[in-house]
């Protein structure tokens, strides 16, 4: 019976997660990226916050001044920087793109957990980095480039920028009963509050003359309700309590129910159903030079798959 529930949790999670590049595409650049984040991740917190504190409560743990600074961190690494940029990179290359090279962020977690956390990278680990390497050269096509330097840029800063809040949250965890889902939480409440105060200041007249003077008219006077329509509502509604609240639940219920080995299939599933929803939805042109790179990451997170299960294996 878990089994079900929890092949459940991941179909929806996945399910989720996969409509976020085709929803922000949809609405054709009308949200500013911070506008947008604002407004999702203070709906996901608001979601994700009963679960949080029924875990913390569970686990008889009362969170320190120390947990709230590091939540903080958390926050500006993941949801004020790192989601900024990615939020940014969609309205620069096409849907499809921005999540095969955001799905990369796994193999920069990997190196990230060697250097922090010392752990092992294994020969099927390297493997696995090496093929997906090659998929994402391929897919970018750096040698002979025709896309939107800035998307690629931003999308890949926004890869890193995960890979590193992953880390760094599972390293502040250590020792502590504060899981997946306080940890998600929390810093999605630290990173709205981030978000809110930036836009504060991008109203600031001197603030907002000196971004416009410096090129960068999209951080000056940032709206908050500006720009929602009844045309472009539906999609912030999917992004901001399908995906960012009801896609973090369902899959850290997932990890609840079934473990974080079978929860990981979310992120191999969605590199695959992006594309087909890309073309179906927005009716994108998928080129073949994005289905040999997809084809070459799915090879890679096949490999790393069966080292996730290995590590586990070796473990029990």
């Not at 949809?26 to 949200?31: D, K, L, V």
């Not at 330097?149 to 800063?157: D, K, N, P, Q, W």
């Not at 080129?287 to 996730?308: D, E, H, K, T």
């Amino acid at each position: 019976m878990n089994n079900n529930k929890g092949l459940i949790y991941i179909l929806m999670a996945t399910l989720m997660f996969s409509g976020m590049e085709i929803a922000i595409k949809a609405t054709n650049g009308a949200f500013n990226p911070i506008q947008l984040n604002l407004i999702r991740f203070t709906i996901g917190a608001v979601i994700l916050y009963p679960l949080a504190r029924r875990q913390l409560s569970a686990k008889g743990y009362r969170l320190t001044a120390k947990d709230y600074a590091q939540f903080n961190l958390l926050g500006f690494v993941c949801t004020t920087f790192g989601m900024t940029f990615f939020t940014l990179s969609v309205n620069y290359i096409p849907a499809h793109q921005s999540a095969l090279i955001f799905a990369g962020n796994i193999y920069f977690s990997i190196l990230f957990a060697y250097v922090i956390l010392k752990e092992v990278i294994t020969r099927f680990d390297l493997a696995a980095m090496a093929v997906s390497f090659t998929g994402l050269m391929i897919l970018i096509n750096p040698f002979r480039f025709e896309g939107s330097a800035i998307g690629v840029i931003s999308c890949l800063t926004s890869a890193i920028a995960f890979a590193f809040y992953g880390v760094l949250a599972k390293l502040f965890s250590r020792g502590k009963p504060t899981g997946g889902v306080v940890t998600t939480c929390y810093s999605f409440i630290f990173g709205s509050l981030q978000l809110a105060l930036l836009i504060v200041l991008s109203r600031m007249e001197g603030i907002s003359g000196y971004v416009v003077a410096k090129g960068l008219p999209i951080f000056a006077d940032i709206p908050v309700i500006r720009a929602v329509s009844m045309d472009n509502l539906p999609y912030l509604l999917y992004i901001s309590i399908g995906v960012t609240g009801l896609g973090f639940a369902f899959y850290f219920l997932a990890i609840d129910t079934v473990g974080v080995t079978m929860t990981s299939l979310v992120f191999f599933i969605k590199p695959v159903l992006v594309p087909v929803l890309a073309y179906l939805v927005l009716g994108e042109e998928i080129p073949v030079r994005s289905l040999v790179g997809l084809g070459f990451m799915l090879v890679g997170s096949a490999i790393l798959f069966y080292s996730n299960v290995r590590k586990i294996r070796a473990m029990v």
